[in-house]
T-cell receptor, first 113, second 108 residues
Framework: DTEVTQTPKHLVMGMTNKKSLKCEQHMGHRAMYWYKQKAKKPPELMFVYSYEKLSINESVPSRFSPECPNSSLLNLHLHALQPEDSALYLC????????????FGDGTRLSIL | DAKTTQPNSMESNEEEPVHLPCNHSTISGTDYIHWYRQLPSQGPEYVIHGLTSNVNNRMASLAIAEDRKSSTLILHRATLRDAAVYYCIKRGAQKLVFGQGTRLTINP
């Protein structure tokens, strides 16, 4: 069982849809992360939040919009995605941003039609 | 930011020890060495991490070279449930940068 919960587990959407991915943790962690993972590839960092403020954006297209409404929640808002955005989206959290292990959720598998 | 270097795949037998090597020749003095593994259809799972000294936990041991340019993850007695992709990562400030990892196969 993972302590980082991601919903939904699967999402199919059209290129004109707007949807959101949700991530929740109750471990008191103050750093949260979004990763993208394509099939048979390693995860790639997208965004880092530290104390609810965006600290790293790895040049992610603006059709992905992260939001951290509080220290336990992390959202990823999706709009006008492309078929190549189909991937597993992973959320992670850690106590802080320097050195500490990250705890991952099991991801949302996103398919863009 | 150079990633680590790992063999693409390794194979071992059940109930035998497994030594997974990793080279990180560009590691800086403040980078931690982290190991994660990813089972099919799951997110990565933290295994172990260290800075300079060897480390042990209930899952594995981490042996770090004296010059810190390489490390070895040791699974003392492999089970079929240890079959996964193992990632060795230099953990600097804020980021985990995953390399390609080692796909470990365990034979019954």
């Amino acid at each position: 069982d993972t302590e980082v919960t991601q919903t939904p587990k699967h999402l199919v959407m059209g290129m004109t849809n707007k949807k959101s991915l949700k991530c929740e943790q109750h471990m008191g962690h103050r750093a949260m992360y979004w990763y993208k993972q394509k099939a048979k590839k390693p995860p790639e960092l997208m965004f880092v939040y530290s104390y609810e403020k965006l600290s790293i954006n790895e040049s992610v297209p603006s059709r992905f919009s992260p939001e951290c409404p509080n220290s336990s929640l992390l959202n990823l808002h999706l709009h006008a995605l492309q078929p190549e955005d189909s991937a597993l989206y992973l959320c992670a959290s850690s106590h802080g941003v320097s050195g500490q292990p990250q705890h991952f959720g099991d991801g949302t598998r996103l398919s863009i039609l | 930011d150079a990633k680590t270097t790992q063999p693409n795949s390794m194979e071992s037998n059940e109930e035998e020890p497994v030594h997974l090597p990793c080279n990180h020749s560009t590691i800086s003095g403040t980078d931690y060495i982290h190991w994660y593994r990813q089972l099919p259809s799951q997110g990565p799972e933290y295994v172990i991490h260290g800075l300079t000294s060897n480390v042990n936990n209930r899952m594995a041991s981490l042996a770090i070279a004296e010059d810190r340019k390489s490390s070895t993850l040791i699974l003392h007695r492999a089970t079929l449930r240890d079959a996964a992709v193992y990632y060795c990562i230099k953990r600097g400030a804020q980021k985990l940068v995953f390399g390609q990892g080692t796909r470990l196969t365990i034979n019954p």
